[in-house]
């Protein structure tokens, strides 16, 4: 995994497995926002697969797609409730990082 620290709140990474998610809890993540549509490429991990593990691991996931064709309101209106109802620090990943950084920045501004 990559992850870039874009705050000490929220980080970012390119998708991820469900053989990452031991090393995402023992980096001190407490949450995770998928921001990768399922089905968007083949081989993608669902990410059902992902929550499952990482419910067993204590750790809050949550699903808010973003799609090739960039953030939308209901992907804003999901990504402020996460930020707003999980604990941090936060994992946000898709296929490379971006949407999860461009998401973040977004609904960032918007809280304020």
């Known amino acids: 995994m990559d992850i870039r620290r874009i705050d000490d709140e ?5 998708q991820i497995s469900v053989a990452d998610l031991d090393e995402v809890k023992a980096l001190g993540f407490k949450s995770i926002v998928c921001h990768r549509p399922d089905g968007e490429e083949e ?3 669902l990410f059902a697969d992902i929550a499952e593990r990482a419910e067993q ?3 809050t996931i949550v699903h808010v797609p973003v799609g090739r064709y960039g953030v939308d309101a209901d992907a804003v209106t999901g990504m402020v409730d996460a930020l707003d109802e ?3 620090p936060m ?3 898709c296929r490379s990082g971006a949407r999860s950084t461009a998401i973040y920045e977004k609904t960032h501004h918007l809280r304020g």
């Not at 929220?10 to 390119?14: E, L, R």
Request: proline share 6%; hydrophobic share 30%; charged share 5%.
């Open 86 to 88: 999980l604990q941090r």
């Open 57 to 59: 691991l204590g750790l």
């Open 10 to 14: 929220y980080s970012v990474t390119g």
């Open 91 to 93: 994992l946000g990943y």
């Open 43 to 45: 081989g993608q991990p």
